[in-house]
């Protein structure tokens, strides 16, 4: 009974746009306009994989429309993250996952798990939980899963180390919650390279300002020690006047 | 004899008052100087350096304090130099003038640039102050 207990061949390497962090509601909003959208397959499901990041976190989401009667109440959407690009099972130590504990009334809960021996252990160590997920559904057959999964190093042993420049394998799973792990029933893979964060663009303005402000406060500082100067040499006149 | 030694006397006591107001006025001058020069170094460090970015205090309200410290300064750097000036320039005896109050002014509004808000803010407080000054003056 393992979580990771067959994977696929990673078929897709997505390399993500860099975008503004979108909000992780389970919403697709403009905010996704600038992602790499992958059509993926489950096993007999097809969905959308929406992947973008930023300079500290990658976001992806996962569109899927499925038959109101194959849809568990406790469904769950979770991404097994491997600590390179392969997918073999024992490479795959963290895992984020979604999921519902009441699918008709939206709600759901994000967990920051890790993968130890093959099993999903639901406590990770740290308490605040690194990254963050939401889940959305729309008119019952469509439901969006949206993860943010923080890049670089985090202070969390159990949580992937994302290096930039490096590429991952991806293991994005979908099964019911309340049979899990047997209730895992559909899983599929995808490579993703982490792109190099974007140096800050050059504020030309801000340079401007920063050198206009530096001469004007060199030029105010020169007069206060020139008034500073002109004051010592009235106190000695004053001095020499007053005997 | 006697009337000499009592005319040499009232003015012995008229230069020792001139001496003493112009004590008073030079420790004035040096104060508000000292002061202001201080407010000076504190706006350097807020308006240039912009020290709260260095801490790095993701806060409104830090961010609200941040904004009243570097308007307060700048205030304060033109109220005390005002003084200084007029204290400087009654120890010169000569009044004060428009130009070297705008003057001020500008100096003062040249340090709160980099920051929209700090640069209303404090040329609402400046001409606030400008007229106190005129109205205040005697006819």
């Known amino acids: 009974m393992f979580f990771v207990t067959y994977s696929y061949g990673a078929n897709e390497e997505i390399t993500p746009e860099f ?148 590429k991952y394998a991806f293991n994005i799973t979908y099964g019911d919650w309340n049979l899990y792990p047997g209730g895992i029933t559909k899983s599929h893979c995808v490579l993703i390279t982490i792109q190099t964060p974007l140096l800050p663009a050059i504020d030309l303005a801000e340079i401007v300002l920063f050198i206009l402000s530096i001469v004007s406060f060199s030029c105010i500082g020169a007069f206060l020690a020139i008034y500073s100067y002109k004051i010592i040499v009235l106190k000695k006149k004053i001095g020499r006047l007053l005997g | 004899m006697p009337k000499f030694q009592k005319e040499q006397g009232k003015e012995s006591k008229i230069r020792e008052k001139q001496s003493f107001n112009e004590d008073f006025a030079f420790r004035s001058l040096i104060i508000t100087t000292i002061v202001g020069v201080a407010c000076f170094i504190i706006s350097i460090l807020v308006n240039v350096v912009e020290i709260y970015s260095i801490l790095n205090i993701q806060n409104s309200f830090f961010d609200l304090i941040d904004l009243i410290i570097r308007i307060s300064v700048v205030l304060l750097f033109f109220f005390f130099m005002t003084i200084s000036l007029g204290n400087y320039k009654d120890l010169l005896g000569k009044p004060s003038n428009w130009q070297e109050i705008a003057f001020l002014f500008f100096l003062s509004i040249i340090q709160t640039m980099r920051n929209i808000y700090v640069f209303g803010f404090t040329v609402l407080g400046l001409v606030i102050f400008t007229c106190y000054l005129y109205l205040i003056q005697d006819a």
């Open chain 1, 19 to 166: 975008a503004d962090a979108p909000d992780i509601d389970g919403a697709l909003g403009d905010e996704w306009d600038f992602s790499n959208k992958t059509d993926i397959h489950f096993e007999g499901l097809n969905g959308i994989l929406r992947v973008m990041q930023d300079n500290t976190n990658l976001y992806i989401s996962i569109e899927f429309d499925l038959d109101p009667s194959a849809r568990n109440e406790t469904e769950f959407i979770g991404i097994l993250i491997s600590n390179s690009s392969s997918n073999s099972p024992e490479d795959f130590v963290d895992a984020k996952v979604v999921r519902f504990s009441n699918l008709t009334e939206g709600n759901f809960a994000y967990l920051d798990c890790y993968v130890d021996n093959y099993n999903l252990k639901h406590n990770d160590t740290n308490l605040n939980s690194d990254g963050d997920g939401a889940a959305q559904m729309y008119d019952y057959d469509t439901i969006v899963y949206e993860f943010s999964i923080p890049l670089g190093n985090t202070d969390d042993i159990n949580d992937a180390f994302l290096d930039y420049g490096d």
